[in-house]
Nanobody, 119 residues
Framework: QVQLVESGGGLVQPGGSLRLSCVGS????????MGWYRQAPGKQRELVAA???????NYGDSVKGRFSISRDNAKNTVYLQMNSLKPEDAAVYYC?????????????WGQGTQVTVSS
């Protein structure tokens, strides 16, 4: 059974930092592209950041220069370091694992973790 379990969300003041973690199980973690997405109320889910199995990463325009994604394949964990948080960063953040390595699409999601940015 595949599980992606996020942690690290919470309430932070504008300008503050949070680090999200996502631990994967039931998959060969190292072959997956791991991503963070977010969804705010009334808005579509959007890509925040993704990191490929080789380590290259890409970011959504709104978080470039403030957020950083990394992975530790030995721990089956992907991280999202979020700095200089803004109220508009508030959302439910979801971890995603995606791979087509086996010839089929494997696309898994975590349950989400809430990030609230407010003074």
């Amino acid at each position: 059974q595949v599980q992606l379990v996020e942690s690290g969300g919470g309430l932070v003041q504008p300008g503050g930092s949070l680090r999200l973690s996502c631990v994967g199980s039931g998959i060969i973690f190292s072959i997956y592209t791991m991503g963070w997405y977010r969804q705010a109320p009334g808005k579509q889910r959007e890509l925040v950041a993704a990191i490929r199995n080789g380590g290259s990463a890409n970011y959504g325009d709104s978080v470039k220069g403030r957020f950083s994604i990394s992975r530790d394949n030995a721990k089956n964990t992907v991280y999202l370091q979020m700095n200089s948080l803004k109220p508009e960063d508030a959302a439910v953040y979801y971890c995603n694992a995606f791979s087509t390595r086996t010839g089929v699409v494997n696309d898994y999601w975590g349950q989400g973790t809430q990030v609230t940015v407010s003074s």
